[in-house]
């Protein structure tokens, strides 16, 4: 384990990484489409990189499931079907995580998910602020959920699961939800700290039922608008 600990990290510092990163944000935003295809040529001209670690960044890209499998180099489709499964996996590994925290946090551990509440509270009033933004504190929040809950392992599969689960999000429309979203978090945060298993995990089934509801309302109607421009 400690061997693989430091291969990644030394791969962070790698530039192939920072394409990856790059690449994975634009994927994740759908600044690039489901269907479209990674043309090397022309991300050796963007990154100003050579076809090495542009390749390496797409082979991770692979394994994660944001581009296809085999050649062509095209980025995942988004569906209803992937994202039902998708939805399955992220829910049962979110109400083990709080499960987990719920029993096992500290004092130190309810400051960071606070500090992080009040980052989200601040970005409400702000109307200028990238979307992604709040995105990215909703996945550190989740994140800080499953880090106290000490499963180094649970942790791992929650994040791969919760970037599949963001492009839906993502997608479908969750700007309207960020208000809700932040009472949803406030509610599970005080839930944790009653150290009360079932109440917590009921508190996180409803949160992630009030996400999946808004997704699937918006889900088809923003899949036939995205086939439709890619028709022309």
């Known amino acids: 384990m400690e061997g693989l600990m430091s291969r990644q990290k030394d791969y962070k510092k790698n530039i192939s990484y920072q394409i990856y990163l790059k690449l994975k944000e634009k994927i994740l935003t759908l600044e690039y489409k489901p269907g479209e295809v990674l043309l090397e040529d022309d991300m050796v001209k963007e990154f100003d990189a050579s076809r090495t670690p542009i390749r ?15 050649s062509g180099n095209k980025v995942s489709s988004l569906s209803l079907n992937e994202y039902v499964m998708i939805f399955q996996m992220r829910e049962s590994l979110e109400l083990l995580s709080i499960k987990l925290a719920t029993l096992n946090w ?10 992080n509440l009040l980052k989200q509270k601040n970005l409400l009033y702000k109307k200028d602020h990238k979307p992604l933004f709040f995105l990215e504190l909703d ?14 392992l649970l942790k791992q599969e929650l994040l791969k699961y919760y970037d599949l689960y963001f492009r839906y999000n993502y997608f479908c429309g969750f700007k309207s939800r960020k208000d809700y979203a932040v009472v949803e978090h406030e509610n599970l945060l005080t839930m ?17 039922g009030n996400v999946n509801n808004n997704i699937i309302i918006n889900l088809a109607k923003k899949l036939n608008q995205l086939n439709n421009e890619q028709d022309f």
Do not use: C, D, P
């Open 106 to 115: 500290n004092e130190e551990n309810i400051v960071l998910l606070e500090n």
């Open 192 to 208: 944790i700290k009653t150290r009360n298993v079932n109440l917590s995990m009921s508190e996180m089934k409803s949160h992630m």
């Open 56 to 70: 390496e960044a797409i082979r991770y890209l692979k394994i994660e499931g944001f581009v296809n499998q085999g």
């Open 139 to 152: 996945k550190e929040f989740h994140s800080i959920i499953a880090e106290i809950g000490g499963n180094f």
